[in-house]
């Protein structure tokens, strides 16, 4: 157990609908990643906030977006959702440096 | 354009016997290389790392090799487990920000 949590573990929507994935970090982390996988691929980075505030963005689609609240959870939202868009999605946080620790993932389908 | 390469899929080797997974990267700017374990249906677990001014770092079993000139870097699992078949991914950072390489899935026959 990382100490990361995701919520939902599994959702199934249908395409054109909006979600939203929750994080919660590790106590005391300040940072949380958001990280997409799609079936057999790597992991790719979507997006990293610091304390409430955007610190890096990688391969986020303009339909997603995310945002850390002041108690440090994380949301991550698809919106006019596609097909493409069924994968599993990662959240992890860090207390600083490179090491980050990985929630268990939400997996979306999109119908 | 992928900046972290895993070109093995996956590999099969007896209990007992080692492991080597393989991982190549193009970004001169990485220096933090760190390898992950992931199971089905779990979030990917930290198994080792390795900062750039190192060619070597040992955990137990796990052994992580850096070849900078050669922008590669391998991990070595002996001797290998059955509970070691997973997934495993290497990872580099040129900060704080993982790139991930396609992942090799590793099977050990007892």
């Known amino acids: 157990d990382s100490g990361v949590t995701q919520t939902p573990k599994h959702l199934i929507t249908a395409t054109g609908q909006r979600v939203t994935l929750r994080c919660s970090p590790r106590?005391?982390?300040?940072?949380v990643y958001w990280y997409q996988q799609s079936l057999d691929q790597g992991l790719q980075f979507l997006i990293q906030y610091y304390n409430g505030e955007e610190r890096a963005k990688g391969n986020i689609l303009e339909r997603f977006s995310a945002q850390q609240f002041p108690d440090l959870h994380s949301e991550l939202n698809l919106s006019s959702l596609e097909l493409g868009d069924s994968a599993l999605y990662f959240c992890?946080?860090?207390?600083?440096?490179?090491?980050?620790?990985f929630g268990p993932g939400t997996r979306l389908t999109v119908l | 354009d992928q900046q972290v390469k895993q070109n093995s899929p996956s590999l099969s080797v007896q209990e007992g016997r080692i492991s080597i997974l393989n991982c190549d990267y193009t970004?001169?700017?990485?220096?933090?290389f760190l390898w992950y374990k992931k199971y089905p249906a779990e979030g990917p677990t930290f198994l080792i790392s390795?900062?750039?001014?190192?060619d070597k770092n040992e955990d137990g079993r796990f052994t992580v090799f850096l070849n900078k000139s050669a922008k590669h870097l391998s991990l070595h699992i002996v001797p290998s487990q059955p509970g070691d078949s997973a997934v495993y991914f290497c990872?580099?950072?040129?900060?704080?920000?993982?790139?991930f390489g396609g992942g090799t899935r590793l099977m050990v026959k007892p």
């Open positions: 106590s005391g982390d300040l940072s």
């Open positions: 970004n001169s700017m990485f220096d933090y």
């Open positions: 390795i900062s750039s001014i190192k």
């Open positions: 992890a946080s860090s207390p600083g440096g490179e090491k980050q620790f």
């Open positions: 990872a580099a950072s040129p900060g704080n920000m993982l790139t």
